[in-house]
């Protein structure tokens, strides 16, 4: 598949996800309900309320994802989460029979239940469950038991392409499509949390874009309420944002997620980008037709033109407005021999000429 090929789109649930459709926002819960399925669902309704197409979930077990002595992340050691990423991981942790109640209350509030999967029996409970696509994290673009096991369900698969070079970007795509998995799309991805917003470099959607011609997104760890609207001009077919009951609660991921109303403001943002840009095509809309003809000149006798007088360059001007034989035909007017008197200052007629 080359650069020059459309991307082809596809589909989660009854949403059209590509180039020319609407921008599909996935509220990213995480792990931002702190181990509460009550808040978990509460979070999926602030979402709905907020207009995202999608809520998500992390879907993962401590003791298959991480050894007991594998260290926190500063970001998570500054947010109070201990030195230990299992002991963290352990109090954040879903039970499959949660996961089941969460897709019911997606269902009753209108958006999509999505989640990420950590490991191969991670991703079976999801398609268990019936989820609509697949959302691997960063860090597995380079796990392929779990790329493999991905592209082997055929759904979709949205793939975050954080901390990643990029010819291990190329390796893992080349290695899902050669085994003939499902629609792909990749998310620009800054694994630092929070980003810095001059950082983001918003630039590598259209890169992914281009050099893989595949649907795009931005996975956005940033702060900024206004940058998904850049992303969405930027080329993103889907945002992922990062959506808290309170930046203010104890947990890994809260400091660098919006609030209800802030994830609010932050998809009108999207959607308002999306009116400003526009369908692309080059065409004259209605507001424009106006301007058209009163701006455009037609051509008009520069001079006194008596009947039987040949048309030369300079008894020829061009002067608003646009009702006339376009100046793109003057050459053709050159030459041709006046059938009537032609007053000056009016315009030329093919009636008026031989």
Request: hydrophobic residues 45%; glycine residues 8%.
């Amino acid at each position: 598949m080359s650069s020059a090929d459309p991307v082809a789109g596809f589909t989660i649930g009854p949403a059209r996800i590509g180039p020319g459709e609407p921008v599909y926002v996935i509220a990213e819960i995480g792990v931002n309900h702190n181990g509460s399925v009550r808040t978990a669902e509460e979070l999926i309704r602030a979402a709905a309320e907020a207009g995202a197409d999608a809520v998500k979930f992390q879907v993962f077990a401590p003791q298959r994802l991480v050894r007991r002595d594998a260290p926190a992340a500063d970001y998570q050691k500054r947010a109070g989460q201990g030195d230990r990423q299992f002991e963290m991981l352990a109090r954040l942790a879903l039970r499959d029979d949660d996961l089941g109640r969460l897709a019911e209350a997606a269902d009753r509030f209108d958006v999509e239940f999505l989640a990420t999967p950590f490991s191969v029996p991670d991703l079976q409970t999801l398609l268990a469950l019936g989820v609509p696509a697949i959302k691997l994290a960063s860090p597995d673009l380079v796990n392929w038991p779990l790329l493999e096991a991905a592209a082997a369900s055929r759904l979709p698969v949205l793939a975050s392409t954080g901390a990643a070079e990029m010819s291990e970007v190329e390796e893992s795509v080349e290695h899902f499509r050669r085994l003939g998995g499902g629609p792909l799309a990749l998310l620009h991805c800054v694994s630092r949390y929070p980003t810095p917003e001059h950082e983001a470099n918003l630039a590598a959607i259209g890169t992914l874009a281009r050099a893989f011609c595949c649907v795009t997104g931005f996975s956005d760890h940033t702060e900024s309420t206004a940058i998904g609207g850049y992303a969405a001009a930027a080329g993103a077919a889907i945002i992922e944002k990062h959506l808290t009951l309170s930046r203010a609660q104890d947990g890994p991921d809260h400091a660098f997620s919006l609030e209800p109303t802030a994830m609010a403001e932050y998809i009108r943002g999207i959607r308002q980008a999306e009116a400003m840009l526009g369908h692309g095509r080059i065409t004259v809309s209605p507001g424009q037709e106006e301007v058209r003809a009163l701006a455009r000149g037609s051509v008009v006798a520069a001079c006194h033109i008596p009947a039987g007088r040949r048309l030369s360059a300079e008894m020829l001007a061009v002067k608003r407005p646009g009702d006339g034989i376009s100046p793109r035909q003057m050459s053709a007017l050159i030459g041709r021999t006046a059938a009537r008197d032609i007053p000056a200052d009016t315009p030329i007629t093919w009636e008026a000429l031989q």
